[in-house]
Nanobody, 125 residues
Framework: QVQLVESGGGLVQAGGSLELSCAAS???????MGWFRQAPGKPREFVAG????????RYTDVVNGRFTISRDNGKSTVYLQMSSLKPEDTAIYYC???????????????????WGQGTQVTVSS
């Protein structure tokens, strides 16, 4: 079973930037991957997704233009570059995959099977 390990979370001031990484334990790992986040008391929500070769990406509207998802298949790693961060971006960020080449048609957590442990991102005002 593949392990997904996130890193790069932390505390940042509003307007700042952070880059999250997610490394898969399998090599190669040429599958679609995604990032979700969950704030306290709220459901887990889709943030961004990328297909197996990086040729197709998808973002939720509230992060489009501020966040960039990318991948390095040689390192079995996906990245989430976050800029212009806002306090409402505060959440635990999770990396996920369903070990399929293409992104699911929907953005529901149930569309994905494998999850990392999450990394905390806190944006102060």
């Amino acid at each position: 079973q593949v392990q997904l390990v996130e890193s790069g979370g932390g505390l940042v001031q509003a307007g700042g930037s952070l880059e999250l990484s997610c490394a898969a334990s399998e090599h190669p790992f040429n599958y679609a991957m995604g990032w979700f986040r969950q704030a306290p008391g709220k459901p887990r929500e889709f943030v961004a997704g990328i297909n197996w070769n990086g040729g197709r990406v998808r973002y939720t509207d509230v992060v489009n233009g501020r966040f960039t998802i990318s991948r390095d298949n040689g390192k079995s790693t996906v990245y989430l570059q976050m800029s212009s961060l806002k306090p409402e971006d505060t959440a635990i960020y999770y990396c996920t995959s369903d070990k399929k080449s293409f992104l699911p048609s929907g953005n529901d957590p149930s569309d994905y099977m494998y999850w990392g442990q999450g990394t905390q991102v806190t944006v102060s005002s």
